[in-house]
């Protein structure tokens, strides 16, 4: 450890493998954020569903102050009022999910695309084993 603070440069062997274990700590975390993403979108779409249930409770509630056989009026306009503000709610909440949804495309991508790049370092890294490794001598 303390031979890199002097000059020594590491193994190849080390760097290798410290390139390894950050590919694959950077591959646990992308894993981990899509995961949380994933539980995040879940979890609106509950509440999504719940305020869908809401509103139309609110709606069939307002209907039935207005057929009673003395209307409530003023409480109906209530119902109404609030059945708008759960809609304006709804509405930021499902912009937000899309905006979640959105996110996790992209890191599901960004991670697609570390794994293509890292298969093809692997790749070019095993061609160039293998051309060193080959006879270059002319008959």
């Known amino acids: 450890m303390f031979r890199?603070?002097?000059?020594?440069?590491?193994?190849?062997?080390?760097?290798?493998l410290s390139r390894t274990r950050h590919t694959?700590?950077?591959?646990?975390?992308?894993?981990?954020t899509i995961d949380h993403l994933q539980q995040s979108e879940d979890m609106m779409n509950k509440k999504l569903?719940?305020?869908d249930e809401e509103i139309l409770d609110l709606q069939n509630k307002a209907r039935?102050?207005?057929?009673?056989?003395?209307?409530?009026?003023?409480?109906?306009?209530?119902?109404?009022?609030?059945?708008k503000q759960l809609e304006l709610q709804?509405?930021?909440l499902w912009q937000m999910k899309q905006n979640i949804e959105l996110v996790n495309e992209q890191v599901q991508t960004s991670h697609f695309n570390r794994q293509v790049t890292d298969s093809l370092?692997?790749?070019?890294?095993?061609?160039?084993?293998?051309q060193k490794l080959m006879?270059?001598?002319k008959n």
């Open 4 to 16: 890199r603070l002097f000059g020594d440069s590491k193994s190849k062997d080390t760097r290798s």
């Open 24 to 32: 694959n700590e950077q591959n646990q975390d992308a894993l981990r």
């Open 49 to 51: 569903e719940k305020y």
């Open 64 to 83: 039935q102050c207005l057929t009673k056989s003395h209307p409530d009026r003023p409480g109906a306009i209530r119902l109404i009022k609030r059945r």
């Open 90 to 92: 709804r509405d930021k």
């Open 121 to 130: 370092n692997i790749g070019q890294q095993h061609l160039k084993r293998t």
């Open 135 to 137: 006879p270059t001598k």
